[in-house]
C-alpha cells in the first residue's frame, strides 16, 4: 500500500502524523491490520515523518537545532503538496503532537487566504492530542529538556500559541458553513483514552464537537492488537466513509 504505481487522483490517501518523541513506527500496529483488511485496500497510507526528540541537537552539532511547531506545519505543506500532490482526497490521522501540528498547518494557510487548497482535506483524526496542553510530568520535562526545547513548550498547559491556533481552528474550521479563503469547514473526529493521564480528556477532546473516548493510555490508544480492538474498528469505519464520500469538495459542509 502506498505505491504509487497508476494514477492516484480518484484514490483515497491517508496520512499519518505521529507525535512528539516519535516517528512514523508508531503507526505500525495500523498499518499492519490494515494492510490485511480487504474493504481497505484502495486506500493509500502515506507516513509523514518530523525531527522531534527528547534531547536537543548534541553539542558538537551547533549548526542543528529542532523545528518549532510552525517549521514543522511549513514541513507537511511541502509534504502535501509534493508527495501527496496528486490525491484530490485526503484523511489525515494524528496522535498527540501531531494534531498540533495539523491544526497549525490549516491555520496558517487560512491566515495567507489558500482556503481553496485544502478542499481535498476530507477529514481529520485525532487521538489523544493535547489541545489545552498537558502537565503530565511537566517539573520532569523542564528539568530534562531546558525551558527552551521549541517542541515542548507548545506541549504546557496554557500555552497561548496552542490555544489561540485552538481557538482559530473551532472559528474558521469547525464553525465554517462555507469554503472562502479563509475558511474551510473540515469535520474533525477526535478521540481520548479512557486510561490516559498523559493527554486527559478535557484536553483531548477541547472544544469540538465530534469526540469521543477509546480504551487504551496515551500510548496503547493508537496500538491495535487485532482487527476487532475499538481503536481499529473506529478508524476503519472513518475511513471507509471517507473512501464512500464521493461529493466535490466545493459542496461539502461540516455534517
Keep these: 500500500m502506498g ?9 483515497l490517501a491517508v496520512v499519518f502524523v505521529h507525535g512528539f518523541a516519535s516517528s512514523p513506527r508508531t503507526w505500525d500496529a495500523f498499518t499492519q491490520q490494515m494492510s490485511l483488511d480487504d474493504d481497505l485496500k484502495s486506500i ?4 509523514f515523518e518530523y525531527s522531534t526528540q527528547v534531547i536537543r541537537a548534541p553539542f558538537w552539532r551547533p549548526d542543528r537545532s529542532l523545528p518549532t511547531l510552525s517549521t514543522i506545519a ?10 501527496a500532490g496528486d490525491y484530490q482526497r485526503l484523511v489525515i490521522v494524528c496522535h498527540s503532537m501531531g494534531g498540533l501540528v495539523v491544526q497549525r498547518y490549516l491555520q496558517r494557510m487560512l491566515t495567507q487566504g489558500r482556503g481553496f487548497e485544502l478542499q481535498r482535506i476530507r477529514r481529520i483524526i485525532l487521538f ?3 489541545n489545552a496542553g498537558s502537565d503530565f510530568a511537566r517539573k520532569l520535562r523542564r528539568d530534562l529538556l531546558g525551558t527552551s526545547h521549541p517542541q515542548e513548550r507548545d506541549l504546557r498547559t496554557l500555552s497561548e500559541e496552542i490555544r ?6 473551532i472559528r474558521d474550521v469547525i464553525n465554517a458553513s462555507e469554503i472562502a479563503p479563509g475558511k474551510i469547514p473540515i469535520r ?17 477532546q477541547g472544544a469540538f464537537p465530534e ?11 493508537i496500538s491495535p492488537t487485532s482487527r476487532t480492538h475499538r481503536s481499529y474498528t473506529t478508524l476503519r469505519q472513518l475511513l471507509l466513509e471517507a473512501a464512500a464520500d464521493s461529493d466535490p469538495p466545493q459542496s461539502r459542509r461540516t455534517r
Excluded at 3 to 11: F, L
Excluded at 44 to 47: E, T
Aim: charge should be negative; hydrophobic fraction near 40%; proline fraction near 7%.
Design 3 to 11: 505505491a504509487q504505481t497508476v494514477s492516484v487522483q480518484g484514490r
Design 44 to 47: 493509500d497510507i502515506l507516513p
Design 74 to 83: 511549513d514541513s507537511l505543506q511541502t509534504y502535501l503538496e509534493i508527495e
Design 128 to 130: 489523544a492530542t493535547p
Design 164 to 169: 489561540d491556533t485552538h481557538t482559530a481552528i
Design 188 to 204: 474533525f473526529d477526535v478521540f481520548a483514552g479512557t486510561e490516559d493521564k498523559i493527554v486527559p480528556r478535557a484536553s483531548a
Design 211 to 221: 469526540v469521543g473516548a477509546l480504551p487504551g493510555d496515551h500510548f496503547t490508544i
